[in-house]
């Protein structure tokens, strides 16, 4: 059975500071790797999907990596801004196609 | 373009009260997803609509919990006699195909007194 873990559950960190996300996997037999945002109250945002054959993506400030023998992915945020603070959420899909949550890491950047 | 939409936002309802939870997913999107979210829990997947039929019902916490898909679009999940358990967000979720990229709705906030 599928396990995500995010470390670390939260992070504080101030403006302008590169910061590095860690998501982990039990089962490497993943289709894709996705990565949210959650602001509070409010649904996910899709911000990065990874296929099991990549090994990477970026969007913006945000750079994705996977690495499927190891179980691990990273969502790295450069140069931080307020408006990054929200909890991010890294899903693993299998073989049904449902995705597998991790429990989030809750990020607050600092002015 | 539309995203995905769920009706209502917040539902407050009395404990043993049964209610339907609406999710429209993009349109032509063939697949559709129910998940759940409690408070302090992470993301819990409930049911998987592939067209009209649900080929994995395997997260449904009890069978007081159904869903169904109509034309290949709309989805209702009800949940009969409410209890205060199933307080949470429930969150739907459609995509092209069971393998693209999943995008998600506002959520209904269910409450149960």
């Known amino acids: 059975k599928q396990e995500v873990t995010q470390i670390p559950a939260a992070l504080s960190v101030p403006e302008g500071e590169n910061l590095v996300l860690n998501c982990s996997f039990t089962?490497?037999?993943?289709?894709?790797l996705q990565w949210f945002r959650q602001d509070p109250g409010k649904g996910l945002t899709s911000l990065l999907l990874i296929q099991s054959s990549q090994r990477e993506q970026t969007s913006g400030r945000l750079n994705a990596s996977l690495d499927k023998s190891s179980g691990r992915s990273t969502l790295y945020i450069a140069a931080s801004q307020p408006g990054d603070s929200a909890t991010y959420l890294c899903a693993a899909k299998g073989s049904q196609g449902n995705l597998i949550f991790g429990k989030g890491t809750k990020l607050s950047v600092k002015p | 373009g539309a995203g995905v939409s769920q009706s209502p936002s917040n539902k407050v309802t009395e404990k043993g009260k049964d209610v339907e939870l609406r999710c429209d997913p993009i349109s032509g999107h063939t697949a559709l997803y129910w998940y759940r979210q409690s408070l302090g829990q992470g993301l819990e997947f409930l049911i998987y609509f592939q067209g009209n039929s649900a080929p994995d019902k395997s997260g449904l916490p009890s069978d007081r919990f159904s869903a169904e898909r109509t034309g290949g679009s709309v989805s209702t999940l009800t949940i009969q006699r409410t209890q205060q358990e199933d307080s949470a967000v429930y969150l739907c979720a459609s995509s092209r195909d069971a393998y693209y990229e999943q995008y998600f709705g506002p959520g209904t906030r269910l409450t149960v007194t």
């Open positions: 089962d490497s037999a993943i289709y894709n």
